[in-house]
């Protein structure tokens, strides 16, 4: 309804508010609550992000674009490490923490004065003149820029006839397309998002296939065990046989390091290799990294003696799980970490991206709690090893959803893949 400069205006406002309440809190109930409205903030964020960059990139380099946002999420959490180090012998150190989450959110904000509006959302709301302005200013030429706009416009009344059938109950599109009145109704349900809801709660088989694919991308992205791993790692490593604080410590940063090193692989080679062989490959080292971890744990037992000097005497079980971790992040961060936000937002059509985008965000995260919640539950019930295991055939099943399901989309214009 307000476009995706508005919103990313939102985001950035929400998400300082909850950062300044955070770090001025005086109390656990307002650090609760500015933390819920931080997350509200990422949320709207991360729909926000691959929606807005997929819809002003070049079909050629679109892939590697909507990929920064890993790449800057991943030096966001470096950043994290060493501020969190750096002020961990500051009598303030927590409030330090959060106050410098308040420095993104108003770079953001200042940048909006450059940015321009998604030419793409400008040619939903019939401003194609205000589109053709920003088109000349991303596109190399103005004859590109006029071939895209025309294409845009083209797609876009496509669409808008397309619904305007289902809406009126027509059976002849020629007939929709001649009824001047049902046009025009038609636009206003777009402009103001309404009926799109209703395509995606009841869709056709066309967009029903499109939602499974985006749906089940998020789904296996963060069922994978990614977020157990980001969160858990200290304690799996203290598992296998790290005891030492120190040691801890550098492993930690050691798999943080491996995983944003890591991003920019997928975003070279996202626009050239392609998204599909990338999600394989990526699927498929994440189970055999996964299953080495679980062999690794199964192999220590009981054996360990806590009081051994580290890591001079570190076990080979120790090492190998410290290892398959890192190669675990360096292949989720070269497909699954990447990837899943770059297909969602290339495959839908204009008038459906970002309701989808959203409707994707909403299963990422959900089952990104729910994974964090359960892990050491999961972890009691069937063992360390168990979990492992368990997270390797997750992976592998999605090797299999990828091979069976994703379409490869690199190369290909928003508006070729909506036809």
Not at 328 to 334: D, E, N, R, T, V
Request: charged residues 15%; contains cysteine.
């Amino acid at each position: 309804m307000i476009g995706r400069r508005k919103t990313m205006a939102v985001a950035a406002l929400i998400s300082l508010l909850g950062t300044v309440q955070m770090t001025l809190a005086p109390s656990f109930s307002m650090l609760l609550t500015g933390r819920l409205l931080t997350g509200i903030g990422v949320g709207i964020s991360l729909t926000i992000a691959p929606l807005y960059i997929s819809e002003v990139s070049p079909a050629e380099i679109r892939g590697r674009m909507v990929s920064l946002p890993e790449v800057f999420v991943n030096i966001g959490i470096l950043l994290g490490y060493l501020a969190n180090y750096l002020l961990s012998t500051s009598p303030i150190n927590w409030r330090l923490m959060l106050g410098f989450g308040c420095i993104p959110a108003v770079l953001l904000l200042s940048s909006l004065i450059v940015l321009p509006e998604s030419p793409r959302w400008l040619v939903l709301q019939n401003r194609t003149r205000e589109a053709e302005s920003v088109l000349s200013k991303i596109c190399r030429d103005r004859e590109e820029a006029l071939f895209t706009l025309s294409e845009m416009i083209i797609t876009a009344k496509a669409q808008t006839d397309e619904l305007s059938c289902s809406e009126a109950g027509a059976t002849d599109i020629k007939q929709a397309l001649t009824n001047n009145a049902h046009f025009q109704s038609n636009q206003k349900l777009k402009n103001d998002g309404s009926g799109v809801w209703l395509q995606l709660l009841c869709p056709t088989p066309n967009v029903r296939k499109l939602l499974i694919i985006a749906l089940s991308l998020q789904f296996f992205q963060q069922a994978s065990g990614i977020d157990a791993l980001v969160y858990y790692t200290p304690s799996v490593l203290n598992q296998s046989g790290m005891t030492s604080k120190s040691t801890l410590l550098g492993a930690t940063m050691t798999v943080g390091i491996t995983k944003a090193l890591f991003v920019p692989v997928a975003s070279i080679y996202l626009d050239t290799v392609g998204r599909r062989p990338l999600l394989l490959a990526s699927s498929l080292g994440m189970s055999a990294a996964m299953a080495v971890v679980g062999v690794s744990l199964a192999s220590m037992g009981r054996s360990l003696s806590p009081t051994r000097s580290l890591p001079s005497q570190l076990e080979l079980g120790s090492i190998s799980a410290l290892v398959a971790i890192c190669a675990y992040m360096a292949f989720f961060s070269i497909g699954f970490g990447p990837i899943c936000a770059v297909l969602t937002s290339e495959i839908f059509p204009s008038r459906l991206r970002s309701q989808a985008l959203s409707l994707g965000t909403v299963m990422n995260r959900t089952v990104s709690g729910g994974v964090a919640f359960s892990f050491l539950s999961i972890a009691n019930a069937i063992g360390p090893p168990g979990t492992f295991f368990l997270f390797a055939g997750i992976c592998l099943a999605s090797a299999v959803f990828v091979y069976t399901c994703i379409p490869e989309t690199k190369g290909k214009t928003l508006e070729e893949l909506s036809k």
